[in-house]
């Protein structure tokens, strides 16, 4: 595991290069100072796992993330000294929360949780792509994580798809699940001939739509077979207008 210290203390990085010692498998592949700094070490380095300070002069731990973006991000575990970042920390899916002080037993159950859930995402994220291969260039189905078990949802079974941030929320059968992925990086997987982009937030498969509402403005809502009503955007109405030929 390829490990990245952002902090803009000395000491700060020197205790956690000293707790990351006693573990095996991990590289330190560089220590940063800043925010700028990480940006550019990350693009170069690529790093598994960054302990990332959240308080720093110009840019900050959140203003790290947001440069490097989600398709690119590792895992994070903020070290900060201030508690009221927490729940924007897990806003954006870091892995755990060290609070300085912090001693050696609370250092080690936060990499141990971070290393165990890389793993699990790195073997599901492995399963995916396999899936990917083996069936051709367009996903045919999704690996889905809940509640700790990992399964197989076909594509066909899936509504529409919903942009939650970083993450994507699938529909379909009454039940959602989501994903993290990017709204953007999905869509140039799915197959065209089923899923089309509607709106910035929404996919739709073509098999669930009932109908096509004409509203105000020469604007349309789609009508899904479940009863879901989506907005249809007037920029991406051009894909549907083959797929429902001198209606639209």
Same mark, same amino acid.
């Given at each position: ?27 330190? #592949? ?7 700094? #990480? ?26 993330? !947001?440069? *490097?973006? %989600?398709?690119?991000? %590792?895992? *994070? ?5 201030? /508690? ?11 892995? /755990?929360?060290?609070?300085? %002080?912090? /001693? ?14 890389? &793993? ?23 690996? $889905? ?5 990992? =399964? =197989?949802?076909? #594509? ?5 798809? !919903?942009?939650?941030?970083?993450? $994507? ?10 994903? @993290? ?7 140039? &997987?799915?197959?065209? @001939? &089923? ?7 929404? *996919?739709?498969?073509?098999?669930? *739509? ?15 077979? /479940? ?16 797929? #429902?030929?001198?209606?639209?």
């Amino acid at each position: 595991m390829r490990v990245l210290i952002v902090d803009d203390e000395p000491l700060a990085r020197t205790v956690i290069r000293n707790h990351l010692r006693a573990h095996s498998g991990v590289e330190i #592949a560089a220590e940063c100072e800043s925010g700028s700094v #990480a940006i550019a070490a990350i693009s170069s380095l690529a790093p598994d796992l960054i302990f990332l300070d959240v308080q720093m002069p110009e840019i900050d731990g959140f203003g790290v993330i !947001e440069a *490097i973006g %989600p398709e690119r991000q %590792p895992g *994070i575990v903020f070290v900060t000294a201030f /508690d009221q970042y927490a729940v924007r920390a897990f806003e954006v899916h870091a892995l /755990d929360y060290l609070l300085k %002080p912090f /001693d050696r037993e609370r250092f080690d159950a936060a990499f141990a949780h971070a290393r165990q859930s890389m &793993r699990r995402h790195d073997w599901a994220d492995r399963l995916s792509s396999l899936v990917l291969q083996t069936r051709g260039q367009h996903l045919e189905r999704f690996i $889905v994580r809940d509640a700790g078990r990992v =399964f =197989f949802l076909p #594509a066909g079974e899936i509504d529409w798809i !919903e942009a939650q941030g970083n993450y $994507v929320k699938l529909h379909g059968g009454g039940r959602t699940h989501l994903l @993290r992925e990017a709204m953007g990086a999905l869509e140039s &997987r799915l197959d065209p @001939r &089923r899923f089309r982009r509607i709106h910035r937030s929404s *996919i739709v498969n073509l098999d669930a *739509i009932r109908e096509l509402r004409p509203c105000f403005h020469g604007d349309y809502e789609v009508l899904l077979r /479940d009863g879901t009503v989506l907005k249809l955007s007037h920029r991406l109405r051009s894909n549907l207008e083959q797929d #429902a030929a001198g209606v639209l």
